[in-house]
Each structure stands twice: as structure tokens, then as C-alpha cells.
Antibody
């Protein structure tokens, strides 16, 4: 079964950092592009970042550029999102999703930025 | 960035109704559009990709159409499990962009 499982969310103060992980199983992770998408409480979906299968191509939403870093470890079947200089508006459930079809999605991990 | 709009933003319907949701892109995106269903507290689920291709395992009452800038998701006969929020997504180029969503609830 193809599965994505996020972890690493939690409560962090403004200006703080957090690292999210997404563990993949049931497919050849190294062959697939990956994305991070977030959803603020009661709001719609917002794409955050993309990484190619090899990690050589990366894109970010303007809202996180310069603060967030996407990476992957194909040997560990894992995707990461390093989030620095966090702001209240970064509060959201963060999902990882596979390739350009965004299928499947993980269950999400909640990041709360608050003092 | 390509802007995506959806209409309506919400609708009330009854079981058995035919439901149509529209998504419009601010520029042509060929058929690079997907539709997703999200239920409260759950992750989104892919229903339709490439504008009109039904994802494996998705009931055939869901269908998609359109190309260029105008797209439609149709549910031919609404079932109780279909009450949810539906999003379109353009994957024509990055940054990919989602529509604002259409909430379908019970009349």
C-alpha cells in the first residue's frame, strides 16, 4: 500500500524553527517528485514547495521563500521541510503529497506558531 | 502565478441530485487540472486528473471535463458520502495553484 506519514509538527514560538518529515512506503520513492501543501485552520489549500525525484530542482511559494527548505533522502525514503523564522501565518496542517498529480497525501501534521 | 477560481463557493443539494462545480484558470492550462475531495479532518483525495481522467477506485458518478481555461466537475447522482469540499488544482506550471474550494452540504 502506498503510504505517506508526516511527523514533526507542534507548537513553536514566532521566530522559531521546526523540521517536518514525511516517511514514504509502498512505492519507489526515489522515482517520484514530491510536494508540501498546507492548510490554515478553516482555510483552503496552499502549495508550499516542490522537489524533483533527484532533488536537483526545487520550487517554493513566495510566502515561504528564504525561510523554508525542502530536501529529501532517497536512501531513507524520506522528505523533509525545514521551517525557519516561523510566523503566526504559518500555522497550518502541513501535508506531503506525491508527484504532479498530488496523489496520495499524508494525514498531515499540525504546526502552530504562537507565543 | 495562475489564478484559479471556483463557483459556486458552496451549494446545498439532496441525495440523488446532479451537481456541477466549475473551475476557471486565469490563463490557458491545457488539460493540466485535477479535482480533489476533502472531508473534515481528513487529507484531500484525488478524484480526477488531466481534467477528465477518473482516478482508480473513484466511483464513476464523478466526471470531469474541460480544457484551456474552463473546467467542470460533475457528480451525476449525489451520495451521502459525497458531502465534502471540492478543490481544483492546476499543475500546468509551478507555482501550482488551488481553487478556493466548493463546499457541498446537505439541503
Amino acid at each position: 500500500e502506498v503510504q505517506l506519514v508526516e511527523s514533526g509538527g507542534g507548537l513553536v514560538q514566532p521566530g522559531g524553527s521546526l523540521r517536518l518529515s514525511c516517511a514514504a512506503s509502498g512505492f519507489t520513492f526515489s522515482s517520484y517528485e514530491m510536494n508540501w501543501v498546507r492548510q490554515a485552520p478553516g482555510k483552503g489549500l496552499e502549495w508550499v514547495s516542490y522537489i524533483s525525484s533527484s532533488g536537483s530542482t526545487i520550487y517554493y511559494a513566495d510566502s515561504v521563500k528564504g525561510r523554508f527548505t525542502i530536501s529529501r533522502d532517497n536512501a531513507k525514503n524520506s522528505l523533509y521541510l525545514q521551517m525557519n523564522s516561523l510566523r503566526a501565518e504559518d500555522t497550518a496542517v502541513y501535508y506531503c503529497a506525491r508527484d504532479g498529480r498530488f496523489d496520495p497525501w499524508g494525514q498531515g501534521t499540525l504546526v502552530t506558531v504562537s507565543s | 502565478a495562475i489564478q484559479m477560481t471556483q463557483s459556486p463557493s458552496s451549494l446545498s443539494a439532496s441525495v440523488g441530485d446532479r451537481v456541477t462545480i466549475t473551475c476557471r484558470a486565469s490563463q490557458g492550462i491545457r488539460n493540466d487540472l485535477g479535482w480533489y475531495q476533502q472531508k473534515p479532518g481528513k487529507a484531500p483525495k484525488l478524484l480526477i486528473y488531466a481534467a477528465s481522467s477518473l482516478q482508480s477506485g473513484v466511483p464513476s458518478r464523478f466526471s470531469g471535463s474541460g480544457s484551456g481555461t474552463d473546467f467542470t466537475l460533475t457528480i451525476s447522482s449525489l451520495q451521502p458520502e459525497d458531502f465534502a469540499t471540492y478543490y481544483c488544482l492546476q499543475d500546468y506550471n509551478y507555482p501550482v495553484t488551488f481553487g478556493p474550494g466548493t463546499k457541498v452540504d446537505i439541503k
